[in-house]
């Protein structure tokens, strides 16, 4: 539709058409004559990107709302129909705590049935890596996730899986992308209703078997469950926040399974809430988002502090320094710690394989691959964002070249297992809170052990800079500055030469074209500019490595500084 008209024409044609309910026409009509606002709603349609469709809920093309969602779920049902070749289909679905979350999930399980496919939508919120545990162990073709993961409240978003519990990888979300342009109207989307849907046997509700079964296979992750259990577990304090999202329940499971008893919940933060009331982003990336869970620490003396995202695929972690304060590390410093403790498990029990691969994105931090490599482990870089870990782990399981150990991105998502094809901040939870515990034990903090992983591999730092720029005007920008950069290349930064200018866009070291710039320096630093697939943002991420903090520090401050002087120039 938006992209064979004008912006004007589409909007004009949602005011005329009969399918739309009165309540979306009012508020269109409530934006006529405002040009901008118009063109902002119906100049696109909404794209997969590396986490599916994701967008301010609203009316219009460039909009999540039922017909948007419809819109993209008949799509889906086509492309599952054509892959099942006639044969019984299925799709999970499940969603998060955002408003219009559950009636979204509702309305595409309403699309599917029409189309006669056997849906198994979860009754309440569940983690997105739930519904890719469900997708494999159901033997679905398919499966929806309605989520917008850690974004501001005013959105909602829409991942969809394959057979393997893998987001849509480029080549499917195609077909997908082709399904849904074919559909030429509203009139277009079948639906029937939940009573019908119900008693044909097209919906089907999941209860808690399907529960039981994924803390089940989460907690099989650990590796000091009855070191934990003997006692440990009630000794050692952690606080948890789920942020108002989907990790309560799953994530205090799988503790408890584990044998952590000594649990706290920041009650405030405990219920889910569509609106994110505490927090000025439900995002474990920020220290902002910790701030009552470090209160609650402070008044029970915690170990450990653990928060994840709405929709419970993302994890971070506070711990206390040398001075006993509360820091958070990041996404890269947590997964270093991990990769080194399960790698450390594995070898202390034989259980190491020869051919074992750790597998991590193109803009994390190189610290994990060192500490993997030196355990004798292979690594594997992918492009920005976790179905591209999922892929290479479905590679690997067919062909049988490597032995999964663990993934992840310095985005806060990881994943150890292969029930899953998802990062999952649950497994993590249990891995961080494992990996603290153990160490406690040992008379050490998590930050004593990352000390000791620096003195051993060097002083990693990296930093992340992102320049929202929303609307039309923010897609141009964006591609302005990739265009000017990628037609200049810098020569030098802050007095260090660029060794290698890596342009992704015609595809490197067998990755898929991706519009991305990496550049590595003499000293071994790099920084990669990369626009959003999911928000309208250009990120720009930095990495440096010294044998002193103070010395990586200020190479971090200098490289930041004179990039980003041109990037905002």
């Not at 460039?62 to 070749?85: F, I």
């Not at 994840?308 to 947590?334: F, H, I, W």
């Not at 020869?354 to 030196?374: F, L, P, Q, Y």
């Not at 179905?387 to 062909?399: H, L, V």
Request: glycine residues 10%.
């Amino acid at each position: 539709m938006a992209n064979r008209k004008t912006a004007e024409e589409t909007y004009q044609a949602w005011l005329n058409d009969p399918l739309i309910d009165e309540a979306t026409k009012a508020e269109l009509r409530s934006i006529a004559g405002s040009e901008k606002e118009i063109a902002d709603r119906f100049y696109r349609d909404l794209e997969f990107g590396t986490g599916g469709l994701r967008g301010v809920m609203g009316a219009g093309t460039n909009r999540l709302n039922v017909y948007t969602v419809g819109k993209a779920t008949q799509g889906l049902a086509d492309w599952v129909l054509a892959q099942t070749a006639g044969q019984a289909a299925s799709v999970v679905i499940a969603h998060d705590s955002r408003n219009n979350s559950p009636e979204f999930a509702l309305d595409a399980a309403l699309v599917l049935a029409a189309n006669g496919i056997k849906t198994y939508l979860f009754p309440a919120l569940r983690p997105t890596p739930q519904l890719s545990y469900a997708v494999r162990s159901l033997g679905a073709a398919s499966g929806i996730v309605i989520t917008a993961s850690h974004n501001p409240p005013e959105y909602n978003g829409y991942k969809a899986y394959g057979a393997d519990g893998c987001q849509l990888i480029p080549e499917d979300a195609e077909q997908v992308i082709a399904a849904i342009q074919q559909i030429a109207g509203f009139d277009q989307v079948k639906r029937i209703s939940r009573e019908e849907a119900e008693a044909k046997g097209l919906l089907v509700w999941l209860d808690e078997k399907a529960d039981e079964q994924y803390t089940d296979v989460v907690a099989a992750q650990s590796f000091n469950s009855e070191l934990l259990k003997s006692g440990l577990g009630a000794s050692f304090s952690v606080v948890y926040t789920p942020l108002h999202g989907s990790g309560n329940l799953p994530v205090r499971r799988v503790l408890e399974k584990a044998g952590f008893s000594n649990v706290h919940i920041v009650k405030e933060q405990e219920q889910p809430d569509g609106y994110f009331s505490t927090v000025k982003s439900p995002n474990p990336e920020e220290r902002e988002a910790f701030t009552m869970g470090i209160e609650l620490a402070q008044k029970v003396g915690a170990d450990l502090i653990i928060g994840t995202d709405p929709d419970c695929d993302r994890m971070g972690a506070v711990v206390k320094n040398s001075a006993g304060e509360y820091v958070v590390l990041t996404g890269n410093q947590s997964g270093a710690i991990m990769v080194h403790y399960v790698l450390s498990q594995l070898k202390e029990r034989g259980q190491l394989p020869s051919n074992g691969v750790v597998i991590k994105t193109i803009v994390t931090s190189e610290m994990g691959a060192d500490i993997a490599r030196s355990f004798g482990v292979a690594v594997e870089n992918t492009l920005t964002g976790f179905k591209y870990i999922g892929e290479k782990m479905t590679q690997y399981e067919k062909t049988g070249e490597h032995s999964f150990l663990f993934g992840y991105e310095e985005s806060y998502g990881y994943l150890t297992g292969t029930y899953a094809r998802d990062k999952d901040a649950v497994v993590a939870s249990l891995l961080i809170a494992e990996a603290a515990a153990y160490y406690s034990s040992q008379g050490k903090t998590l930050y004593d052990v990352l000390t000791e992983l620096y003195a051993e591999y060097g002083v990693y730092l990296e930093a992340l800079e992102s320049r929202t720029l929303k609307g039309l005007d923010g897609v141009q920008q964006i591609q302005s500055i990739m265009q000017e950069w990628r037609l200049n290349p810098p020569t030098e930064i802050s007095g260090i030469k660029v060794e290698h200018a890596l342009d992704y866009s015609g595809g490197l070291d067998g990755l898929r074209p991706e519009n991305v710039l990496k550049y590595v320096l003499a000293d071994g630093s790099w920084f990669c500019l990369r626009p959003s697939g999911t928000e309208p943002k250009i990120k720009v991420y930095f990495a440096v490595r010294g044998q002193a903090k103070a010395e990586a520090e200020k190479a971090l401050g200098a490289l930041r500084a004179a990039v980003m002087a041109r990037v905002d120039g």
